[in-house]
C-alpha cells in the first residue's frame, strides 16, 4: 500500500496571505494525484487532479504542483471560505488508491 | 447538476447487514464508473469499492472484500452497497462519489454525495 503522508497536519495563516500544503507519497505516483478542500460536515470537494491541473470551478488561486513523490497544494492568497482540512490522494496504484490523512488549515 | 444523494444508513448490530442507496442525476449515469468511500474520525477517507460504468466490473478495498457487494441499476440512476457481516470497525459515514471519466475509471472523484453515517454496534 502507498503512504501518503501530508504536512504540517495543521497550518494557520491569515486571510490573503499564501498556504503551501505538502503531500508526500512512500513510492512514487506519477502524476495521478489528487487534492480535495472538505469544509465542516460537507463531502469532500475535488481542487486538482493530475498533480496540477483545477477541476472545474475551481478559483485560480489554488494551484498544485509536483510528481513522483513529492506535491504541493498552494492557495496564493486565502480567502474566509478557504479554511477547512484538506485531503491529497494517490490513484496511481490503483484499484489500492489511497488517502492522506489531511491537513487542516485554520484561521491565524 | 449532478447530484448524488445517499440514503439507508443507520444503527446496526455485528454481524448484520445493511444495503446502502445512492440516487444519481443531473448526469448520465450510465456512462460513469462509480464508487463508494468511506470516512472514520480516526482513519480519515477510505476507499470501499468501485463499479465499471456498465455493472461488469468490480473492485474491493481488502478490508471489506467478501463482506460488502457494489451494484447498480443503471434504468434508475441508482448505486448500492449491500453490507454484510458489519464489524464495528465498519461505522463511518459512507459517500458515494462518481469517477469522472466517461466509460473508464480513473480512481479520483469529481462529484460526492452528501453522505450517511453507518454504525456498528451493539
Known amino acids: 500500500e502507498i503512504v501518503m503522508t501530508q504536512s504540517p497536519a495543521t497550518l494557520s495563516v491569515s486571510p490573503g496571505e499564501r498556504a503551501t500544503l505538502s503531500c508526500r507519497a512512500s513510492q512514487s505516483v506519477s502524476s495521478n494525484l489528487a487534492w480535495y478542500q472538505q469544509r465542516p460536515g460537507l463531502a469532500p470537494r475535488l481542487l486538482i487532479y493530475g498533480a496540477s491541473t483545477r477541476a472545474t470551478g475551481i478559483p485560480a488561486r489554488f494551484s498544485g504542483s509536483g510528481s513522483a513523490t513529492e506535491f504541493t497544494l498552494t492557495i496564493s492568497s486565502l480567502q474566509s471560505e478557504d479554511f477547512a482540512v484538506y485531503y491529497c490522494?494517490?490513484?496511481?496504484?490503483?484499484?489500492?488508491?489511497?488517502f492522506g490523512q489531511g491537513t487542516r488549515l485554520q484561521i491565524k | 447538476q449532478v447530484q448524488l444523494v445517499e440514503s439507508g444508513g443507520g444503527v446496526v448490530k455485528p454481524g448484520r447487514s445493511l444495503r446502502l442507496s445512492c440516487a444519481a442525476s443531473g448526469f448520465t449515469f450510465s456512462s460513469y464508473a462509480m464508487h463508494w468511500v468511506r470516512q472514520t474520525p480516526g482513519k480519515g477517507l477510505e476507499w470501499v469499492a468501485v463499479?465499471?460504468?456498465?455493472?461488469?466490473?468490480?473492485y474491493y478495498a481488502d478490508s471489506v472484500k467478501g463482506r460488502f457487494t457494489i451494484s447498480r441499476d443503471n434504468s434508475k440512476s441508482a448505486l448500492y452497497l449491500q453490507m454484510n457481516s458489519l464489524r464495528a470497525e465498519d461505522t463511518a459515514v459512507y459517500y458515494c462519489a462518481r469517477d469522472p471519466y466517461y466509460y473508464d475509471s480513473t480512481y479520483y472523484f469529481d462529484y460526492w454525495g452528501q453522505g450517511t453515517l453507518v454504525t456498528v454496534s451493539s
Open positions: 463499479i465499471s460504468y456498465d455493472g461488469n466490473n468490480k
Open positions: 490522494q494517490q490513484y496511481n496504484n490503483w484499484p489500492r488508491i489511497t
